[in-house]
């Protein structure tokens, strides 16, 4: 079973994942993300920082996908575990789909094509939902750098991107008000995880 946590920029992804890691320790899931769990993945974060050409970015996202379900989600899934990923397809859907307006004509449909035939889609998207302003104060009390997605316009947009998507497959995706109470998100999307794998 793979299990994707998506949502903005502080929105509560990182600690929503710590919690489980420690909830669902009886079950021993894979707990992994992207970018970040392949050699590639330490590229894309070089990328990010260093604010290269959109479309490169977007390719070095992709390329690390391809390595990331190479190198571990296939394995595990073949392995018969559970595998959990803080950020997978959808964040390329909702943050380079924005970030390549005004590069490509269409920039989700060419996103959405290089991903066909050959990416896992996830049995259970949880998504953490928050007013932007509010995002950007949690990131700015937990760092002093930025990435250049963590503004407030650009990140409205993801969110929206995010939405739309979650419109267009509706049994995957769980929404979930990111502004509750951390135990309490935790309590639930864990109960979701159990039942979904108790089916």
């Known amino acids: 079973m793979l299990v994707?946590?998506?949502?903005?920029?502080?929105?509560?992804?990182?600690?929503?994942?710590?919690?489980?890691?420690?909830?669902?320790?009886?079950?021993?899931?894979?707990?992994?993300?992207?970018?970040?769990?392949?050699?590639?993945?330490?590229?894309?974060r070089r990328g990010i920082k260093e604010k290269i050409d959109p479309v490169a970015e977007a390719l070095l996202f992709v390329?690390?996908?391809?390595?990331?379900?190479?190198?571990?989600?296939?394995?595990?899934?073949?392995?018969?575990?559970?595998v959990i990923s803080d950020r997978y397809t959808?964040?390329?859907?909702?943050?380079?789909?924005?970030?390549?307006?005004?590069?490509?004509?269409?920039p989700k449909k060419w996103l959405s094509d290089i991903h066909n035939d050959w990416t896992i889609i996830p049995d259970i998207t949880f998504l953490l939902v928050l007013p932007v302003d509010e995002s950007l104060k949690r990131?700015?009390?937990?760092?002093?750098d930025s990435e250049h997605f963590e503004c407030k316009s650009?990140?409205?947009n993801v969110q929206?991107?995010?939405?739309?998507?979650?419109?267009?497959?509706?049994?995957?995706?769980v929404i979930i008000d990111a502004s509750k109470d951390k135990d309490e998100?935790?309590?639930?999307?864990?109960?979701?995880i159990r039942q979904k794998l108790s089916n």
């Open 4 to 44: 994707t946590i998506e949502g903005i920029d502080g929105s509560g992804k990182s600690t929503l994942i710590k919690g489980l890691i420690e909830e669902l320790s009886d079950i021993s899931p894979v707990f992994t993300r992207e970018p970040g769990a392949t050699w590639i993945g330490a590229q894309v």
């Open 63 to 82: 390329a690390d996908h391809a390595a990331h379900l190479d190198t571990v989600i296939r394995p595990a899934l073949k392995d018969k575990k559970i």
């Open 90 to 106: 959808d964040s390329r859907y909702a943050y380079q789909s924005e970030t390549l307006k005004g590069h490509l004509k269409d």
């Open 139 to 144: 990131i700015q009390a937990e760092r002093t």
């Open 154 to 156: 650009v990140l409205e």
């Open 160 to 173: 929206k991107n995010y939405l739309e998507q979650s419109e267009k497959d509706p049994v995957r995706f």
């Open 185 to 192: 998100i935790l309590k639930f999307v864990s109960e979701i």
